[in-house]
T-cell receptor, first 114, second 114 residues
Framework: GNSVTQMEGPVTLSEEAFLTINCTYT??????LFWYVQYPGEGLQLLLK?????DKGSNKGFEATYRKETTSFHLEKGSVQVSDSAVYFC?????????????FGQGTTLQVKP | DSGVTQTPKHLITATGQRVTLRCSPR?????VYWYQQSLDQGLQFLIQ???????AKGNILERFSAQQFPDLHSELNLSSLELGDSALYFC?????????????FGPGTRLTVL
């Protein structure tokens, strides 16, 4: 079946540190891959996405590359800010012309300290 | 603001009761998704509608049902409520109904079953 595994949190970093949040997936075929962010008390927002192998998604300084050979989609940012503190979810949408349902990882809480 | 509205924001009810959660999608979006976020199960896909028709079903209990109306708003009905149904319920909408269409999430309805 389809599933997503994320690194356990919480992750605590100092401002301007380098961030990596690991995400691996299991899926049939080539799904679309996403990172969503959830700020306290809010709904999820799409951070970035990639729809095929070797695609790199990027937004607001965050990047992730769709790696077919390692079935991974790790999230990285070169220099985090306090305002990046949030919960980050890796997700996949199975290859299908019929549905865009999302299957989420368990979420990783990031806390950035000044 | 994603443009997706959900009502009510909070709902407190007792076991055995029935509640209705409402979602209004972004203007022009044809597809609506429902997700449940709980501490033990994480974020789970429940059901998707596209232009009034059910498109995909996930881990939705038989006690739960949903529909999408001609004006494209959607309702999620939860009946015979149990303590374990306490969760945050998110609605998301997208223009199309496939994995190529970005989903925009509402702020959620927090359900507490006492």
């Amino acid at each position: 079946g389809n599933s997503v595994t994320q690194m356990e949190g919480p992750v605590t970093l100092s401002e301007e540190a380098f961030l990596t949040i690991n995400c691996t997936y299991t899926a049939t075929g080539y799904p679309s891959l996403f990172w969503y962010v959830q700020y306290p008390g809010e709904g999820l927002q799409l951070l970035l996405k990639a729809t095929k192998a070797d695609d790199k998604g990027s937004n607001k300084g965050f990047e992730a590359t769709y790696r077919k050979e390692t079935t991974s989609f790790h999230l990285e940012k070169g220099s985090v800010q306090v305002s990046d503190s949030a919960v980050y979810f890796c997700a996949l949408s199975p290859l299908s012309s019929n549905t865009g349902k999302l299957i989420f990882g368990q979420g990783t809480t990031l806390q950035v300290k000044p | 603001d994603s443009g997706v509205t959900q009502t009510p924001k909070h709902l407190i009810t007792a076991t055995g009761q029935r509640v209705t959660l409402r979602c209004s999608p972004r203007s022009g979006d044809l597809s609506v998704y429902w997700y449940q976020q709980s501490l033990d199960q994480g974020l789970q896909f429940l059901i998707q509608y596209y232009n009034g028709e059910e498109r995909a079903k996930g881990n939705i209990l038989e006690r739960f049902s949903a529909q999408q109306f001609p004006d494209l708003h959607s309702e999620l009905n939860l009946s015979s409520l149990e303590l374990g149904d306490s969760a945050l319920y998110f609605c998301a909408s997208s223009l199309g109904g496939t994995s190529y269409n970005e989903q925009f999430f509402g702020p959620g309805t927090r359900l507490t079953v006492l």
